[in-house]
């Protein structure tokens, strides 16, 4: 590796920056661990830094991987993303129960603030907005194919009250639920306004 691309790598490593995360690896030849250049771990110095483009040549070369970051887990994946992937799952699977950011990161083992600023930091938006996101994917999905009541309806996305899915149904398309459902019963997509 050149001088150049030395220094651009390393200084991905001293501020934590994802750029180069799948791509190298941080071999620190004093403790002969190899970590993601994201890892939370202390940073080295440079001159006790070598950097791999494949965790398998720096297994090879005798480094073990970090306990913090964890190399060998999620592939190219960083943790970050990982854990944002975990949560994606757990909201995918339970959008129907009551779920908070307390009980996602209870699940995960982490605090509620690490898993928001993670979560928000990879993905954009909240926790609590994906949920949403994925509430309203299923009932749109409802209301346009089943005959299902509003009330069911909002049940079956995680609302009990008929009232506050309607408002909340609302506030997110801009229309009722039952306008939605007639909507696309005529066929008619809601770019049509």
Avoid at 35 to 60: G, I, K, M
Avoid at 79 to 108: N, W
Wanted: proline share 5%.
């Amino acid at each position: 590796m050149d001088q150049k691309l030395f220094d651009l790598v390393y200084s991905s490593v001293v501020n934590r920056e994802s750029t180069y995360d799948g791509v190298y690896y941080t071999g620190v030849k004093t403790t002969k661990i190899v970590c993601r250049p994201t890892c939370r771990a202390r940073t080295p110095h440079a001159v006790n830094v070598t950097f791999y483009s494949t965790l398998e040549d720096a297994l090879h070369a005798g480094f073990r991987p970090c306990k913090r970051c964890k190399p060998e887990e999620n592939g190219r994946l960083r943790p970050d993303a990982a854990l944002a992937a975990q949560v994606d799952e757990m909201i995918a699977t339970q959008y129907k129960e009551k779920l908070t950011l307390p009980m996602l990161a209870r699940s995960l083992a982490i605090s509620p603030y690490h898993l928001q600023r993670v979560y928000t930091q990879v993905r954009g938006y909240s926790p609590a907005e994906k949920t949403e996101r994925v509430r309203l994917a299923h009932a749109q999905q409802l209301l346009a194919q089943s005959g299902g009541t509003i009330a069911e309806i909002g049940a079956a996305v995680g609302y009990g009250s008929p009232s506050y899915f309607t408002s909340w149904f609302c506030r997110r398309v801009g229309i009722s639920p039952l306008a939605y459902r007639n909507r696309q019963g005529k066929g008619e997509s809601m770019d049509d306004n």
